[in-house]
């Protein structure tokens, strides 16, 4: 029952987290592709996890350091759900990278040659 109740306090972010993956999929889904899409979402979601794992990770520590129980409790409740986040964000990478070849291209640099008066 105490895993329910924790988890419990972890939903509003998880919705927040949905809102905003449905609002850069739609915008980009509109603007691009879907395959475009899925990128962006990918890449997006993977900075915003690793820093709330960062953020929530400092969180808990500090609370351990003060001894809060109450904010220890919180914080590590919000840090395991960012740490699944992110191997989830990882593991949609690496299945989209996969069945997507394509985008594992960088693109390469391009050079500038100059012309005679300006040559160096």
Avoid at 9 to 15: K, S, T
Avoid at 52 to 76: H, K, M, P, Q
Avoid at 92 to 110: D, I, Q
Wanted: hydrophobic content about 55%; aromatic content about 10%.
């Amino acid at each position: 029952m105490g895993l329910v109740a924790r988890l419990s306090r972890v939903v509003p972010l998880v919705i927040a987290l949905a809102v905003v993956a449905a609002v850069i999929y739609l915008v980009v889904t509109y603007r691009h592709s879907p395959a475009r899409a899925k990128e962006v979402l990918i890449r997006v979601f993977t900075w915003i996890t690793g820093i709330l794992s960062a953020f929530f990770g400092l969180v808990t520590l500090y609370a351990l350091l003060e001894r809060n129980d109450g904010v220890i409790d919180l914080g590590a409740s919000f840090l395991v759900v960012a740490l699944i986040g992110l191997a989830v964000t990882r593991w949609c990478n690496h299945v989209f990278l996969k069945n997507h070849p394509s985008y594992k291209k960088k693109p390469v640099r391009a050079t500038v040659k100059r012309r005679w008066p300006w040559q160096r």
